[in-house]
């Protein structure tokens, strides 16, 4: 069930921080924003669907793509914790989305070559939403960066603050490991996302920083105390009222 | 010769159901429609979503449904992921009832990714391109938000992807 579990952790990235950026309607800075975050969240949140919807197959136990967002706890959640990072403010979010579309947007490219056909479905889709997440968050990364002292110290503090959970993402689960051909192999997409990453930074006037104390643990479901939250309110309604539909 | 007219009747009355949020242009317009195979009473309708997120999927499959049961047929509808639907399936008959509604048509192919670069827009009202981008999402998940700076008017733009 290799495969399973590895669709699995794949679509709760998507999901959690899907949901993370659908926090931001009615609170963004301005309408454009309002708009565009949504917008970004439902791309993810779609993506999570179907990948969600094939875990529920490949499992074959009668869950469906609800059951497996709603009904299991935080150490059963398999996303990064770059995912789950509290929105923060304005240039925290921004980071985070670029930090995540420069590393999934080379991932689905990959995986267009996928011997699995959903997957090389999900991937062609995926990987245009993607390219555009990176144009969107990377604009707004260059114009705090390179902008105001104020909007620069606070794109400095979402690096110095972000930075340390992008390790993670080029790791390999247990499960994932194991998919030689399946799904993309992490650590070979480290030079894109470097390219991209570095490319936005030069324009924003921002370090790479060094970081002393990478930090992992997701896929192991070992999270930070933000994700219950989320899970709480995300998860309240089914619940509550388990079955509700409308 | 009454499984090709069959074949037909089922194309027709599938292709014709509007987009529920571009109701300019019908599902065979922008290239969402695949296929529609008739097999005795049954047709299947195999569609594919323009947007990993578009909330108009399930509302489009139900209509395709709808209007197949309308023309007599048992119908089901199956959507189609791979290969990923792209604007250039945009029929030139879409591209030109798109711009008349008042949204610019994607310009040229897919494929060409350019992270920062910018495309020129023509206004769909005046046709020049002395267009600006007010916002890269607009209304829905797929259209951006253009000005023209020549006539004033505001548009949306039907993204390239």
């Known amino acids: 069930m290799a495969m399973q579990a590895a669709v699995l952790e794949l679509a709760d990235d998507h999901l959690i921080l899907g949901h993370r950026l659908s926090e931001w309607c009615g609170h963004a800075p301005m309408l454009e924003e309002d ?3 949504p917008n970004m969240a439902l791309d993810l949140i779609g993506t999570a669907r179907a990948l969600y919807d094939y875990a529920a197959r490949l499992e074959g136990k009668g869950r469906s793509e609800d059951d497996l967002a709603f009904l299991r706890v935080e150490r059963e959640y398999r996303n990064l914790l770059l ?15 670029l930090y995540f579309a420069a590393f999934m947007e080379p991932y689905w490219q990959a ?3 996928s011997s699995d056909e959903v997957i090389r479905g999900v991937a062609g889709k995926a990987v245009k939403e993607m390219a555009y997440h990176i144009r969107h968050a990377g604009e707004w990364v260059i114009r705090l960066g390179d902008g105001t002292d104020e909007s620069a110290a606070k794109m400095r503090a979402a690096v110095e603050e972000l930075h340390r959970f992008t390790g993670e993402m080029f790791e390999e689960s247990d499960a994932s490991a194991a998919l030689e051909g399946m799904l993309p192999r992490r650590a070979d997409l480290r030079a894109a996302w470097d390219r991209v990453i570095g490319m936005v930074f030069s324009e924003a006037l921002l370090e790479v920083p060094e970081v002393r104390f990478p930090q992992t643990g997701g896929r ?3 999270h930070g105390e933000q994700l219950g939250h989320l899970l709480a309110e995300m998860q309240y309604l089914q619940r509550a009222y388990p079955g509700a539909t409308w | 010769m009454v499984a090709v007219l069959d074949q037909a009747r089922a194309w027709d009355a599938a292709a014709a159901v509007p987009d529920p949020e571009v109701p300019c242009v019908t599902v065979a317009d922008l ?7 008739v097999d005795g009473e049954v047709a299947v309708a195999r569609v594919s979503p323009t947007y990993s997120g578009c909330p108009a999927v399930m509302a489009i499959e139900m209509a395709v449904e709808a209007a197949l049961r309308d023309a007599g047929f048992e119908a089901r509808v199956e959507r189609v992921m791979s ?10 008959e879409g591209r030109e009832k798109l711009r008349a509604y008042g949204i610019a048509p994607p310009v040229g192919a897919a494929g060409k990714r350019a992270l920062f670069g910018e495309v020129e827009v023509p206004c769909p009202r005046c046709a020049r391109v002395t267009t ?5 999402f607009g209304s829905t998940a797929c259209k951006a938000q253009y000005r023209c700076t020549s006539c004033g008017e505001p548009f949306d733009y039907f993204k390239c992807i």
């Not at chain 1, 923060?88 to 989305?97: E, H, S, V």
């Not at chain 2, 290969?83 to 030139?92: E, K």
């Not at chain 2, 600006?132 to 890269?136: G, L, R, T, V, W």
């Open chain 1, 35 to 37: 708009l565009a975050l």
């Open chain 1, 83 to 97: 995912c789950e990072r509290p929105n923060g403010d304005f240039a925290q979010t921004m980071l985070r989305q």
């Open chain 1, 111 to 113: 995986a267009t070559g």
């Open chain 1, 220 to 222: 192991q479901g070992l």
């Open chain 2, 31 to 37: 290239g969402i429609l695949r296929e529609v195979i």
């Open chain 2, 83 to 92: 290969p990923a639907w792209t604007t250039d399936w945009i029929t030139d």
């Open chain 2, 132 to 136: 600006e981008k007010i916002s890269e």
